[in-house]
Structures are given as structure tokens and as C-alpha cells.
Antibody
Framework: EVLLVESGGGLVQPGGSLRLSCAASGFTYMDYWMAWFRQAPGKGLEWLGNIKQDGSEYYAPFLSGRFTISRDNAKNSLYLELNSLRPEDTAVYYC???????????????WGQGTLVTVST | DIQMTQSPSNLSASVGDRVTITCRASQNINSWLAWYQQKPGKAPKLLIYQASSLESGVPSRFSGERSGTEFTLTISSLQPDDFATYYCQQHNTYPYTFGQGTKMEIK
């Protein structure tokens, strides 16, 4: 069974930093793209970035370099480093697995349950 | 960025109804469009990928179609479990973008 479990969310002050983790199991992690998404309270879904099997990263431009995605294939883990946090970054953060079919871009077929990040004084 | 215009934003329907949700891309995305279902407090669930391919384990009452830059998700006969919010997402061009969502409610 494919499982993705996020952790590391919590309350952080504006300007602060946080590191989210996503533990993957039930599949050969090194063979898949991975991605982070978020959803602000009562709002829609937003793509943050992808990371390829070899560690190549792709980000949403609005992040302006504040967030960094990394992966550790030996630990079956995905990470999201959040810096210079703003109140508008308050959201549930999801990791997702990206599978590729016949040269397709990644298709996000499994998602974690999400971890809530609250940016507030 | 590619804008995904999803309609309607809200949909009131009854069990057994046939319903269609539309998503229009602001430019060509080929067939790289996915549809997700999301229930309150839960993660999104992939329903359709590549515009019209049914994800494994998803009931066959869900279907997707593409006509140029217009995409539709159809549920042929609504079931009680289908009342949720639906999102389209393009993954042809970075940054990947979502429609604003369609909240489906029981009439």
C-alpha cells in the first residue's frame, strides 16, 4: 500500500522558518517524481514544486526562492524547507507522488494527509 | 501562467443526476489535464488523468473529455459519495495550475 505521511507543521512567527517532511512507503521511492502542494483555509489547491528522481527541482515562481524542495532516496523521504514565512503561507501542505506514463509529465496519483502550517504572532 | 477557468463554482444536484463540470485552459495544454475529488479535511483524490483516462479503482461513472482547450468531467449518475469539491489541474507547463474548484452539493 502506498503511503505518504507529512510531518513538521505547526505554529511559526512571521519571518520564521520550518522544515516539513514526507515519509514514503509502499513503493520504490527513487523511481518517482515527488511534489508539494498547499491549500489555504477554505481556498483551492496550489502547486509549489516538483522534484525529479535525480533531484532536479522545479518551483512555482511566486515562491521567489523562499521554499526549497529536497529528497533523500536512501531514507524514502521528501522535504520542504520554508523560509521567510508570511501569514499568507498559512495552509495545509501536501506531498504527492508523481508517476510518469509513456513520457508524460508527472501524474499525481497519491497524496499524503497534509500537515498544517500556521504563520502568526 | 496558464489560467484554468472552471465552471460552475457551485453545483446543486440530486442522486442519480448526470452532471458535467467544465475547465477551460487559457492556452494549449495538450491533454495534460487531471481531475481530482476532494472531501472536507481530506487529501485530493485523482479521478482522471491525461484528460480522459480513468484512474485505477475509480468508478466508471466518472469520465473526462477534451475538445481543444476545453475539458469536461462528467458523472453519469451521481451517488451519495460523490458530493465533494472537484478540481482540474494542468500539468503541461510550469507552473502547474488548478481551476478554482466546483463544490457539489445535494439538492
Amino acid at each position: 500500500e502506498v503511503l505518504l505521511v507529512e510531518s513538521g507543521g505547526g505554529l511559526v512567527q512571521p519571518g520564521g522558518s520550518l522544515r516539513l517532511s514526507c515519509a514514503a512507503s509502499g513503493f520504490t521511492y527513487m523511481d518517482y517524481w515527488m511534489a508539494w502542494f498547499r491549500q489555504a483555509p477554505g481556498k483551492g489547491l496550489e502547486w509549489l514544486g516538483n522534484i525529479k528522481q535525480d533531484g532536479s527541482e522545479y518551483y512555482a515562481p511566486f515562491l521567489s526562492g523562499r521554499f526549497t524542495i529536497s529528497r533523500d532516496n536512501a531514507k524514502n523521504s521528501l522535504y520542504l524547507e520554508l523560509n521567510s514565512l508570511r501569514p499568507e503561507d498559512t495552509a495545509v501542505y501536501y506531498c504527492a507522488r508523481g508517476r510518469v506514463e509513456h513520457w508524460s509529465p508527472p501524474i499525481f496519483d497519491y497524496w499524503g494527509q497534509g500537515t498544517l502550517v500556521t504563520v502568526s504572532t | 501562467d496558464i489560467q484554468m477557468t472552471q465552471s460552475p463554482s457551485n453545483l446543486s444536484a440530486s442522486v442519480g443526476d448526470r452532471v458535467t463540470i467544465t475547465c477551460r485552459a487559457s492556452q494549449n495544454i495538450n491533454s495534460w489535464l487531471a481531475w481530482y475529488q476532494q472531501k472536507p479535511g481530506k487529501a485530493p483524490k485523482l479521478l482522471i488523468y491525461q484528460a480522459s483516462s480513468l484512474e485505477s479503482g475509480v468508478p466508471s461513472r466518472f469520465s473526462g473529455e477534451r475538445s481543444g482547450t476545453e475539458f469536461t468531467l462528467t458523472i453519469s449518475s451521481l451517488q451519495p459519495d460523490d458530493f465533494a469539491t472537484y478540481y482540474c489541474q494542468q500539468h503541461n507547463t510550469y507552473p502547474y495550475t488548478f481551476g478554482q474548484g466546483t463544490k457539489m452539493e445535494i439538492k
